[in-house]
């Protein structure tokens, strides 16, 4: 357990400004979302391991959750981030990784927003 490197607030934050400025315009274009959602995947992973002071990396969608879990994370944090990261995992390995154009995208970028929220009042 524990984290090392910078303070872990202004990497979260730093991590947020990443985020927020690889959002697409246009949640329309494949190639754009699928970008999206790695850059997502990867970024949601890494400001939980920040928030929780934990290692993320290799972890699943399903190993997220249970490592929030096993660190009595708040439930509606640990629900938004499984789903989030399912989505991104579904879109990226699945096979129907193009039914997640469009809404499905514009859902997930809208819930990473929200786990960026409840990260920093959690801080």
């Not at 697409?24 to 400001?47: C, T």
């Not at 096993?70 to 989505?87: F, G, H, I, Q, Y």
Request: glycine share 10%; charged share 30%.
């Amino acid at each position: 357990r524990g984290r090392r490197g910078p303070d872990p607030r202004k990497a979260m934050a730093a991590i947020q400004d990443r985020w927020s400025q690889s959002v697409p315009g246009d949640f329309n274009d494949a190639n754009v979302v699928m970008d999206f959602y790695g850059r997502s995947y990867a970024d949601v992973k890494e400001y939980l391991g920040y928030l929780f002071e934990t290692h993320t990396e290799g972890l699943t969608a399903e190993d997220m959750r249970e490592e929030m879990g096993r660190l009595a994370a708040n439930p509606d944090l640990t629900e938004r981030a499984s789903k989030v990261l399912a989505t991104c995992e579904n879109a990226r390995y699945g096979r129907n990784g193009k039914e997640l154009i469009g809404d499905p995208a514009r859902g997930v970028a809208h819930d990473i927003r929200e786990i960026f929220e409840t990260g920093a009042r959690l801080m």
